[in-house]
């Protein structure tokens, strides 16, 4: 177990007593994470404690092969629009865990709850810090596997949003590509990965067109549902955009409806394609 040893000389971490953990544990799918003060330096951060019986579950969704940790995926981006991890290894109890910037923001899915519109005249503006996000993950080598509103966190004062969370994630290599790993959020999932078939980053792209579609909107392409069966409409042509936001550029409109092609060879096949399609847009609205 090489790999935490890059870290705290090799020890295994007793977070209980190096850190003072300042907010309950917000549980997610596959961890709890908290707000923790680091009780040595003082330094405010986002600790991440792994739950091992799903994250091995997942990690038998690819038998034979070995996919990296989470830690060992995260710690490799350095982006301002990707949050920081600073250490990872495993626990005295021999969880894995990962020490992160804490951002301090919400959730894009919670500001998308809120009736006010807070995103006014800046949506442009996250929709590129956005793609790229994505763009880094794949110029990474990797495959993210869950980009919905959920796992983007506005940081400081809310002019920031950034990309979390590398649970899912992959190397984009033809041994993580193979059908069957139906892993990701229902409402944000492409159809060739609902269905099983071999995949590729443009199930990226198409979770990144989903998101910020809903970023515009509040609204989804299909009907909301809380399960890989809702999944299933994702198919069938979406609910043009114009429809929610009728004022939309037609050239951003356009570019979203590109990410969400039901058929991935009709996507763009890489997101800074999506990026240029809209780099000289100044305005989101006509």
Same mark, same amino acid.
């Given at each position: 177990m090489g790999f935490f040893k890059q870290f705290l000389g090799g020890t295994k971490l007793d977070y209980k007593k190096r850190y003072e953990l300042q907010l309950s544990a917000m549980s997610g799918t596959m961890s709890k994470v908290y707000k923790a003060r680091d009780k040595e330096t003082g330094e405010i951060v986002a600790l991440k404690i792994l739950d091992m019986v799903k994250t091995n579950a997942i990690v038998s969704r690819v038998p034979g092969v070995k996919r990296p940790t989470e830690g060992e995926i995260a710690i490799q981006f350095d982006h301002p629009y990707i949050i920081k991890t600073l250490s990872h290894g495993l626990t005295v109890d021999n969880e894995q865990y990962l020490v992160m910037e804490y951002l301090g923001g919400s959730g894009l899915n919670s500001v998308l709850l809120v009736q006010e519109d807070l995103m006014a005249d800046a949506r442009l503006h996250y929709i590129r810090q956005v793609a790229e996000a994505v763009a880094e993950v794949h110029d990474k080598g990797f495959i993210h596997r869950d980009i919905c509103p959920r796992n983007l966190i506005f940081a400081g004062d809310g002019t920031v949003l950034k990309l979390t969370d590398f649970?899912? @994630?992959?190397?984009?290599?033809?041994?993580?590509?193979?059908?069957?790993?139906? @892993?990701g959020t229902a409402n944000y999932m492409a159809p060739e990965l609902v269905r099983r078939k071999p995949t590729d980053r443009r199930l990226d792209i198409f979770a990144f067109g989903v998101t910020i579609y809903e970023l515009c909107t509040k609204m989804l392409p299909w009907p909301r549902g809380d399960n890989a069966n809702a999944a299933m409409t994702h198919s069938e042509p979406p609910e043009q955009i114009t429809t929610y936001r009728p004022q939309i550029n037609k050239t951003l409109a356009k570019a979203i409806h590109k990410c969400i092609e039901p058929d991935p060879q009709n996507r763009f096949a890489e997101i800074r394609q999506f990026i240029r399609a809209i780099a000289k847009i100044e305005h989101e609205d006509e």
């Amino acid at each position: 177990m090489g790999f935490f040893k890059q870290f705290l000389g090799g020890t295994k971490l007793d977070y209980k007593k190096r850190y003072e953990l300042q907010l309950s544990a917000m549980s997610g799918t596959m961890s709890k994470v908290y707000k923790a003060r680091d009780k040595e330096t003082g330094e405010i951060v986002a600790l991440k404690i792994l739950d091992m019986v799903k994250t091995n579950a997942i990690v038998s969704r690819v038998p034979g092969v070995k996919r990296p940790t989470e830690g060992e995926i995260a710690i490799q981006f350095d982006h301002p629009y990707i949050i920081k991890t600073l250490s990872h290894g495993l626990t005295v109890d021999n969880e894995q865990y990962l020490v992160m910037e804490y951002l301090g923001g919400s959730g894009l899915n919670s500001v998308l709850l809120v009736q006010e519109d807070l995103m006014a005249d800046a949506r442009l503006h996250y929709i590129r810090q956005v793609a790229e996000a994505v763009a880094e993950v794949h110029d990474k080598g990797f495959i993210h596997r869950d980009i919905c509103p959920r796992n983007l966190i506005f940081a400081g004062d809310g002019t920031v949003l950034k990309l979390t969370d590398f649970g899912l @994630t992959v190397p984009d290599l033809p041994a993580f590509k193979e059908p069957g790993n139906r @892993t990701g959020t229902a409402n944000y999932m492409a159809p060739e990965l609902v269905r099983r078939k071999p995949t590729d980053r443009r199930l990226d792209i198409f979770a990144f067109g989903v998101t910020i579609y809903e970023l515009c909107t509040k609204m989804l392409p299909w009907p909301r549902g809380d399960n890989a069966n809702a999944a299933m409409t994702h198919s069938e042509p979406p609910e043009q955009i114009t429809t929610y936001r009728p004022q939309i550029n037609k050239t951003l409109a356009k570019a979203i409806h590109k990410c969400i092609e039901p058929d991935p060879q009709n996507r763009f096949a890489e997101i800074r394609q999506f990026i240029r399609a809209i780099a000289k847009i100044e305005h989101e609205d006509e």
